[in-house]
C-alpha cells in the first residue's frame, strides 16, 4: 500500500528537506509513526507523549479533515495525508 505524506515546510529541516514521503500504516497515527521511524528527528514533533497530534499541527487526508477520528482514521492505497502547522496570533 503506496500512502504518501505532504510534510510543512517548517518540518523540512527534520527530513532533510524532503516535501514528500511514502509511509505505510493502516490508518493517518500509524503513517505518522511510520515517518518518525524514517526521520527520528521527528520524535516528539508529530506526536506528543500521549501519542496525540501536537498541538501546533492539523492533518488532511485527501484535502479534508479526518476530524474527529484524526489519528484513527482508515487510510487507502494512494491516498494522500498533509501535515500543516497551526499558526496562532492576534
Same mark, same amino acid.
Not at 479534508?64 to 474527529?68: G, I, N
Given at each position: 500500500m503506496s500512502i504518501k505524506i505532504e510534510i510543512?515546510?517548517?518540518l523540512r529541516e527534520f527530513t532533510d528537506g524532503r516535501? @514528500?514521503?511514502e509511509v505505510k500504516g493502516e490508518?493517518?497515527?500509524d503513517c505518522l509513526r511510520d515517518l518518525v521511524r524514517q526521520f527520528p528527528a521527528l520524535e516528539g514533533k508529530l506526536l506528543d507523549k500521549q501519542g496525540k497530534l501536537a498541538n501546533s499541527l492539523? @492533518?488532511?487526508l485527501n484535502r479534508?479533515?479526518?476530524?474527529?477520528e484524526e489519528l484513527r482514521k482508515k487510510v487507502s492505497?494512494?491516498?494522500i495525508i498533509s501535515i500543516l502547522m497551526m499558526i496562532d496570533g492576534g
Open positions: 510543512h515546510i517548517i516535501k @514528500v514521503a490508518t493517518v497515527g492539523a @492533518v488532511f479534508e479533515s479526518p476530524y474527529p492505497d494512494g491516498d
